[in-house]
């Protein structure tokens, strides 16, 4: 369960080698994947920069696919190095980090993806500090930034303010998962070893770990563990329902385990911060911030002035041209050649919407590209007069509404507000895969008609739809052309695609006609689902671009691709 909010910390120091210093026991816990923990955060912290590109090529072209977060970081670090990144967007600046407003009150926003990001994620953190953007806590289930939390399961409802007013039954459940995870998954020893960057015994553990957890199931792995299997079904049931941290993640029950302990081992999914105003605002920072001391561009310039005020359009097609170069065709015919390309799309869009030369890939990164399995989502907000919630019941003395996590259609419910007396937001419902399908046909009428019938049933006599004000916002991530799904999560059996995935950007291994394209985003990433995984991945390929065209790492500053092959995702056979 959620846990008192604490701020990112400033990084702790790193050897020369790259390889982790001890820290203390209460050092902060940070995304450090095992698969390749590599310290984003120091890297990006080191006073000299992340690389040296030489003066020849100043002003280089190269090509970004995509504005949403990791296209942004992309491009803005490249810019920083004295590139020319030309950033392509098919739709808007953002991508998946975005955020509507409610027309009648522009101020009232809702983040339609990303929308709660943990402490831990440090290489994120680095850019929300670095513009100068306001954050806050997020109010997940039962934590402090939540007044009462409601858990409602086959009719029974529970209202608490702490975790610790929850029964009994709810506190096995929680040391059930916990037993699970330490007797199978080492996960004590994993967190220590992540708070010290202990490197090497990360990657023992998790090594070890990989080939016999790979092909179990989320739901498989709790299943089959002593302490749920002596707690029984009911246990095993309503720990999908409420989950760990955000809630219930029970639509997370047929991915590979290795996907949950990721987020577990990494409290991605605790202590989380919404970011004021929304989401959006940290992209389109990116886009708009002029940053100081570049190499080649004057004071001044930012992504938004290099590009006159607005990306490049959608890409329909990415070939090898006759000089060698990669030609990237616009959909409206406009065609550019590029020395190197970063595409950061959900990478299905590079069989589906954009034509790429099949040969510009090994087979086997495409059979990878072609397996990621995506989780749908779906997210539906009303704007409501004011946070009525907080009104006290004289009957129960409770608040009338609470953050809810129920097993009816709606799952989730959170309540948003920026104080009393103004316009506060309700999402009325966040699901996943099957809870997010039974939404999709629906028009948003439909959807928050069925929602409010929901509520009704658990918080009876509270006239929710009285305070609507405003049209419904409501978005399906796998019905929109530019993404397809809301975010990666490999099934059992796929860790091999996400390591080809992963680690493509580092190109010496492949033939010259394969090398210059690079991939980058979410999905690419060991930890999608999460913003982390975009700016890190993206930071991979910047890496990998400036390689590819004759820079260099900066000495004492190793970036990821130099440190690949000691700290990176092992191969399974
Ligand atoms: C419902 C949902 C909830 C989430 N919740 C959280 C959360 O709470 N915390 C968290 O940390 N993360 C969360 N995430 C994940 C986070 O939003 C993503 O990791 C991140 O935004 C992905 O950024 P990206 O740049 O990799 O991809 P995207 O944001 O998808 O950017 C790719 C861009 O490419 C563009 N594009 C597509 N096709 C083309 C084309 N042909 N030509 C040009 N451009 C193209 C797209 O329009 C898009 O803007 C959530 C995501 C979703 C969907």
Same mark, same amino acid.
Not at 164 to 169: G, K, N
Not at 298 to 311: D, N
Not at 455 to 480: C, F, K, M, N, R
């Given at each position: 369960?959620?846990?008192?909010?604490?701020?990112?910390?400033?990084?702790?120091?790193?050897?020369?080698?790259?390889?982790?210093? @001890?820290?203390? @026991?209460?050092?902060?816990?940070?995304?450090?994947?095992?698969?390749?923990?590599?310290?984003?955060?120091?890297?990006?912290?080191?006073?000299?920069?992340?690389?040296?590109?030489?003066?020849?090529?100043?002003?280089?072209?190269?090509?970004?696919?995509? @504005?949403?977060?990791?296209?942004?970081?992309?491009?803005?670090?490249?810019?920083?190095?004295?590139?020319?990144?030309?950033?392509?967007?098919? /739709?808007?600046?953002?991508?998946?980090?975005?955020?509507?407003?409610?027309?009648?009150?522009?101020?009232?926003?809702?983040?339609?993806?990303?929308?709660?990001?943990?402490?831990?994620?440090?290489?994120?953190?680095?850019?929300?500090?670095?513009?100068? *953007?306001?954050?806050?806590?997020?109010?997940?289930?039962?934590?402090?930034?939540?007044?009462?939390?409601?858990?409602? *399961?086959?009719?029974? $409802?529970?209202?608490?303010?702490?975790?610790?007013?929850?029964?009994?039954?709810?506190?096995?459940?929680?040391?059930?998962?916990?037993?699970?995870?330490?007797?199978?998954?080492?996960?004590?020893?994993?967190?220590?070893?992540?708070?010290?960057?202990?490197? $090497?015994?990360?990657?023992?553990?998790?090594?070890?770990?990989?080939?016999?957890?790979?092909?179990?199931?989320?739901?498989?792995?709790?299943?089959?563990?002593?302490?749920?299997?002596?707690?029984?079904?009911?246990?095993?049931?309503?720990?999908?329902?409420?989950?760990?941290?955000?809630?219930?993640?029970?639509?997370?029950?047929?991915?590979?385990?290795?996907?949950?302990?990721?987020?577990?081992?990494?409290?991605?999914?605790?202590?989380?911060?919404?970011?004021?105003?929304?989401?959006?605002?940290?992209?389109?920072?990116?886009?708009?911030?002029?940053?100081?001391?570049?190499?080649?561009?004057?004071?001044?310039?930012?992504?938004?002035?290099?590009?006159?005020?607005?990306?490049?359009?959608?890409?329909?097609?990415?070939?090898?041209?006759?000089?060698?170069?990669?030609?990237?065709?616009?959909?409206?015919?406009?065609?550019?050649?590029?020395?190197?390309?970063?595409?950061?799309?959900?990478?299905?869009? *590079?069989?589906?919407?954009?034509?790429?030369?099949?040969?510009?890939?090994?087979?086997?990164?495409?059979?990878?590209?072609?397996?990621?399995?995506?989780?749908?989502?779906?997210?539906?907000?009303?704007?409501?007069?004011?946070?009525?919630?907080?009104?006290?019941?004289?009957?129960?003395?409770?608040?009338?509404?609470?953050?809810?996590?129920?097993?009816?259609?709606?799952?989730?419910?959170?309540?948003?507000?920026?104080?009393?007396?103004?316009?506060?937001?309700?999402?009325?419902?966040?699901?996943?895969?099957?809870?997010?399908?039974?939404?999709?046909?629906?028009?948003?009428?439909?959807?928050?008609?069925?929602?409010?019938?929901?509520?009704?049933?658990?918080?009876?006599?509270? /006239?929710?739809?009285?305070?609507?004000?405003?049209?419904?916002?409501?978005?399906?991530?796998?019905?929109?052309?530019?993404?397809?799904?809301?975010?990666?999560?490999?099934?059992?059996?796929?860790?091999?695609?996400?390591?080809?995935?992963?680690?493509?950007?580092?190109?010496?291994?492949?033939?010259?006609?394969?090398?210059?394209?690079?991939?980058?985003?979410?999905?690419?990433?060991?930890?999608?689902?999460?913003?982390?995984? @975009?700016?890190?991945?993206?930071?991979?390929?910047?890496?990998?671009?400036?390689?590819?065209?004759?820079?260099?790492?900066?000495?004492?500053?190793?970036?990821?691709?130099?440190?690949?092959?000691?700290?990176?995702?092992?191969?399974?056979?």
């Amino acid at each position: 369960m959620t846990i008192a909010t604490e701020l990112p910390t400033e990084p702790t120091p790193r050897g020369e080698t790259g390889i982790s210093q @001890a820290t203390p @026991a209460d050092a902060p816990i940070t995304m450090l994947n095992p698969d390749f923990p590599f310290s984003y955060d120091h890297y990006l912290a080191h006073p000299d920069g992340l690389a040296i590109v030489p003066p020849e090529l100043f002003g280089t072209e190269v090509a970004v696919i995509g @504005a949403g977060l990791s296209g942004l970081v992309t491009a803005y670090e490249l810019m920083k190095l004295g590139l020319r990144p030309v950033v392509y967007e098919a /739709d808007q600046i953002g991508g998946r980090l975005r955020t509507a407003s409610f027309p009648s009150a522009p101020g009232v926003v809702a983040d339609l993806g990303g929308m709660r990001f943990p402490v831990s994620g440090k290489a994120f953190y680095h850019y929300v500090g670095l513009l100068g *953007l306001d954050t806050q806590e997020f109010p997940n289930p039962l934590a402090p930034a939540t007044s009462s939390t409601v858990i409602e *399961l086959a009719g029974q $409802k529970h209202y608490a303010a702490t975790s610790a007013e929850l029964p009994e039954f709810f506190h096995e459940v929680a040391t059930a998962w916990k037993a699970a995870v330490n007797d199978g998954a080492a996960f004590q020893e994993m967190q220590d070893a992540i708070r010290a960057r202990d490197t $090497k015994r990360i990657k023992e553990l998790w090594d070890e770990l990989l080939p016999l957890l790979d092909e179990q199931t989320f739901y498989g792995f709790i299943a089959a563990s002593k302490s749920f299997k002596e707690a029984g079904f009911a246990h095993r049931e309503a720990f999908g329902q409420v989950g760990f941290g955000t809630g219930g993640w029970d639509t997370d029950f047929p991915n590979s385990i290795l996907e949950i302990l990721r987020v577990v081992y990494t409290d991605a999914d605790d202590q989380h911060r919404l970011i004021t105003g929304g989401a959006q605002r940290l992209p389109e920072a990116l886009w708009h911030h002029a940053p100081s001391g570049m190499a080649h561009w004057p004071e001044g310039t930012s992504l938004a002035s290099l590009h006159s005020g607005s990306p490049r359009g959608a890409v329909d097609r990415i070939e090898r041209g006759e000089n060698g170069d990669l030609m990237v065709r616009e959909r409206w015919g406009r065609e550019t050649g590029y020395p190197a390309v970063v595409t950061t799309c959900q990478s299905w869009l *590079l069989s589906t919407r954009i034509h790429t030369q099949e040969s510009l890939f090994p087979s086997e990164l495409w059979t990878a590209i072609e397996r990621s399995h995506y989780m749908q989502s779906s997210k539906t907000f009303v704007m409501v007069d004011r946070p009525f919630w907080k009104d006290i019941d004289p009957e129960t003395g409770r608040e009338v509404l609470s953050m809810t996590l129920t097993d009816r259609l709606n799952r989730a419910t959170y309540l948003l507000d920026d104080g009393p007396d103004k316009p506060a937001v309700i999402l009325l419902s966040y699901t996943w895969n099957d809870d997010a399908l039974k939404w999709l046909s629906l028009s948003a009428e439909e959807r928050v008609k069925l929602m409010l019938h929901s509520l009704e049933q658990i918080y009876p006599g509270v /006239d929710i739809a009285s305070h609507i004000v405003g049209q419904p916002i409501t978005v399906s991530w796998e019905a929109d052309p530019n993404f397809m799904g809301a975010f990666k999560a490999n099934l059992p059996g796929h860790y091999r695609y996400q390591q080809r995935l992963f680690t493509h950007f580092k190109q010496d291994k492949l033939p010259e006609s394969q090398r210059g394209i690079f991939l980058a985003g979410d999905d690419v990433s060991f930890t999608a689902g999460w913003a982390e995984g @975009a700016v890190t991945t993206g930071l991979n390929a910047v890496w990998g671009v400036v390689n590819h065209l004759g820079g260099s790492s900066v000495a004492g500053n190793p970036g990821p691709g130099d440190l690949l092959d000691e700290l990176g995702p092992i191969s399974l056979d």
